[in-house]
């Protein structure tokens, strides 16, 4: 499954977020703001940023797998679920 995020972690503290070892999370927007403490949170989880949010925010970290547009779209088709938080 794929996990959504627009918004930074400490958002969601009140949601209890059932994210399985497998699933793949993508942050979008705001989300890249809080970059480490998801890499925190989640460690066992593949990760992705879009690449342009990333650098509208001037954040990097080598720990999170930076994806185009295009790139987005083909985790979306590829991913059998996929939720928005």
Not at 20 to 33: E, G, I, T
């Amino acid at each position: 499954m794929l996990h959504i995020f627009n918004k930074p972690l400490s958002h969601y503290q009140q949601h209890q977020l059932i994210i399985a070892p497998d699933d793949k999370l993508l942050l979008l927007s705001d989300a890249c703001y809080s970059i480490n403490c998801y890499i925190d949170a989640f460690c066992q989880n593949t990760l992705y940023a879009l690449d342009v949010d990333m650098k509208a925010r001037a954040v990097s970290n080598e720990k999170i797998i930076t994806i185009s547009d295009q790139q987005w779209v083909e985790l979306i088709v590829d991913s059998e679920q996929h939720i928005t938080w």
